[in-house]
């Protein structure tokens, strides 16, 4: 223990992690910055796809530095393997039954980079996208992923580790919002105003505070119609909570029927009508 032998294989072993240590961290700053080369400069307008871009560069620098992580310590581990036992294959080839306990160790491990590669190559989500995960139901930001675990920001403050070959269903939000319209039919013109004026409560829970987006009059009846979006999973803002203020303005006796909400996308629904072929019917009149 204290011939000069091994005292020259210590500090050998410690300057290799010393310096596995500084690559580590060098890498970890300056791959950012050259991934970051075409990042979004002030007062450019941000359109979807700059936003999309911010996201991809963002997953690969989390990426990039998760693999960094792996590679780095499995290099110094190895090295420091090597200064002690000189060459370590001869030693591990006489490891058969530690190999082997090891494997079986390591086929979770393996999954989950193999799914994280997946989900890289399908580009399922990226950092800062807002999604659900089956089948732990699992919802908030992406705000990291890695080789082998997601990391997700929950709405409440939790920073949830999911191991990516958990994950076997994945919901997607990628406005980042949920938008809903509420359909308000009224009785009286002066109930009107009071619905208008009970939108503007916790208008700051909302993405999208509600807003009117049209009004009809009609036979002495009102209609209207109110958009409003939230964060995901967090529908019940509009669902329980802005239908019963608005119900509570009007009150009972203004109110023609129950307020009817619908959540529909019109990019997605054009889309969806484009894919449907036309019927003979539409021909005939075409």
């Known amino acids: ?49 700059s936003v999309a871009r911010i996201k991809r560069q963002n997953t690969a620098i989390t990426l990039v530095r998760n693999a960094l992580r792996y590679s780095i310590f499995a290099v110094v581990v190895l090295l420091v393997v090597s200064i002690f036992i000189g060459n370590p294959l001869p030693a591990t080839a006489g490891a058969t039954v530690l190999a ?58 939790e ?18 919002q949920q938008r809903f319209t509420v359909e308000v039919q009224l009785k009286d013109a002066e109930a009107v105003s009071r619905v208008l004026d009970s939108l ?9 505070p509600p807003h009117l987006i049209s009004r009809e ?3 002495g009846r009102v209609r209207l ?18 239908t019963g203020r608005i119900k509570a303005a009007a009150g009972e006796d203004s109110l023609a029927a129950e307020p009817l909400i619908y959540k529909v996308d019109r990019s997605s629904l054009n889309r969806i009508r484009s894919l449907i072929p036309e019927s003979n019917d539409d021909q005939e009149r075409i």
């Not at 989500?125 to 997700?152: C, H, N, Q, W």
């Not at 119609?225 to 802005?242: H, K, Q």
């Open 1 to 49: 223990m204290i011939s000069p032998q091994f005292l020259v294989k210590v500090v050998s072993a410690a300057a290799v992690i010393i310096l596995g240590v500084l690559s580590y961290r060098i890498l970890t700053r300056g791959v950012p910055r050259i991934l970051r080369w075409r990042w979004h400069r002030g007062g450019e307008p941000v359109d979807a796809e």
């Open 200 to 208: 503007g409560e916790s208008a700051n829970l909302y993405i999208t």
């Open 225 to 242: 119609r109110i958009r409003a979006g939230v964060l995901p999973s967090m529908s019940w803002l509009v669902e329980e909570n802005l």
């Open 217 to 219: 009059d009609h036979d």
């Open 159 to 176: 920073l949830v580790f999911i191991p990516n070959g958990a994950i076997t269903g994945v919901t997607n939000y990628v406005s980042g």
């Open 100 to 157: 082997a306990i090891l494997g079986f160790g390591a086929q979770s491990f393996l999954r989950d980079v193999i799914a994280g590669f997946s989900i890289v190559f399908e580009g399922q989500y990226s950092v800062g996208d807002f999604i659900e995960v089956a089948p732990m139901g699992a919802a908030g930001i992406v705000e990291e992923f890695g080789l082998r675990t997601t990391k997700i920001r929950t709405l409440s403050g």
